[in-house]
């Protein structure tokens, strides 16, 4: 199987047309459970008109944001393709890290634009607030349209590089992806497809994320058979300077950039308050307590998580006096801490 067996029939992800920023529905975007893709969302901000004139206007342009901080450089030889993975024990990357300025970072990427066979470089999920402040006042969506389901501050970050590929992976948060200069390919698949992808090591990893060891674009399928169900799967969405993609959290997905240089905006968040602790705790936990238990036992304790965590958050603790409740009623800052506190202890005796 090769990428044009799949991707050629592949569904493109739905495009949602709106005429201003603030008429994106964004919870309802989420609500739905699918990528979405809004066209030309950022045609008129000076970012993306500067990349439209060369890359090097844009690169200009963002540089007079920068604040000087060093930035962390990842480099791959040129038989990489770009593509961050492995070597052949899967227990070592097959690229460098390097703190450089953007200046050197540029001057870099620059040298590439006329080599046929060229490194990868690319600089991943900077801090839009510390490495380039005062850019999303000019270049950006505003924080408001979130507020109403968001109720953590979302994570703003800026990705820079030449022709590179995230393997596809998942985020634990929803993200939208602003495509600022170059091209993008995005290559979905929902999250029951974790099953048919193969995920890789829990660490290391390229970038702190879990991703398939299958190549998607040239499968193995002797090695990785149950690739073929997830292809069937599938979702791709291109996005060209200023078009935005919303897709939520646990989504797979392959991040291609097209162009000699590319940069572009995300947003990450979850619709959860600031003191909910994150799953893959539970996750890891799980795999130290549950995964080797005998088979009842598991599928009981796969009835005690529907019940106390995966069914209405309400129905566990409805029959007990609201006094009486504790962790089984509202979760708030206080209890969080308290039920953390008591986690703490078991795991340290």
């Known amino acids: 199987m090769s990428s044009g067996d799949f991707l050629e029939n592949a569904r493109r992800a739905e495009v949602v047309n709106v005429s201003a920023t603030g008429e994106i529905p964004f919870d309802e975007l989420i ?72 200046d050197d970072f540029f001057a870099a990427v620059k040298q590439t634009f006329n080599e046929a ?4 470089l690319y600089v991943q999920s900077t801090d839009q607030l510390l490495f380039f402040p005062g850019f999303e006042a000019e270049n950006g969506i505003k924080l408001a349209p979130l507020a109403p389901f968001a109720k953590d501050k979302p994570v ?12 596809a992976h998942y985020d634990m948060s929803n993200n939208i992806a602003v495509c600022l200069v170059g091209r993008r390919r995005f290559i979905l698949f929902p999250p029951d497809q974790v099953h048919n992808l193969y995920p890789g090591p829990l660490a290391p990893t390229p970038g702190g ?66 003191h909910a602790d994150t799953p893959m705790n539970t996750l890891l936990h799980g795999l130290l307590s549950l995964r080797d238990r005998p088979a009842a036992e598991k599928a009981a304790w796969r009835e005690m ?34 039920l953390r506190a008591e986690l703490l202890r078991k795991l340290n005796r």
């Not at 703003?156 to 393997?167: E, Y």
């Not at 398939?212 to 997830?230: G, R, T």
């Not at 797979?252 to 905006?265: G, R």
């Not at 958050?313 to 206080?334: I, V």
Request: aromatic share 12%; charged share 20%.
């Open 209 to 274: 994320q879990v991703i398939s060891m299958v190549d998607i674009h040239d499968p193995d399928l002797e090695a990785h058979p149950k690739f073929a169900a997830a292809a069937e799967t599938a979702q791709v969405a291109d996005l060209e300077p200023g078009d935005l993609l919303i897709y939520p959290a646990l989504w797979w997905h392959q991040v291609e950039a097209k162009a000699p240089f590319n940069l572009l905006l995300n947003y990450w968040w979850n619709a959860v308050p600031a």
């Open 117 to 120: 066979d060229p490194r990868g």
């Open 31 to 102: 609500s739905a459970n699918q990528p979405f893709i809004v066209r030309g969302v950022g045609a008129d901000w000076p970012i993306v008109r500067a990349g439209l004139r060369s890359p090097e206007e844009a690169m200009d342009y963002l540089g007079g944001f920068y604040s000087g901080r060093p930035l962390i450089l990842y480099s791959l030889a040129p038989e990489h393709g770009g593509q961050p993975f492995y070597d052949e024990t899967a227990t070592a990357m097959n690229f460098e890290r390097s703190q450089v300025s953007l």
């Open 305 to 338: 998580f529907d019940y106390y965590v995966f069914g209405e958050a309400e129905q566990a603790g409805a029959h007990l006096p609201s006094e009486a409740r504790g962790p089984l009623g509202e979760m708030n800052e206080m209890m969080a801490r308290r």
């Open 156 to 167: 703003v970050s800026l990705w820079l590089g030449g022709k590179t590929t995230a393997r």
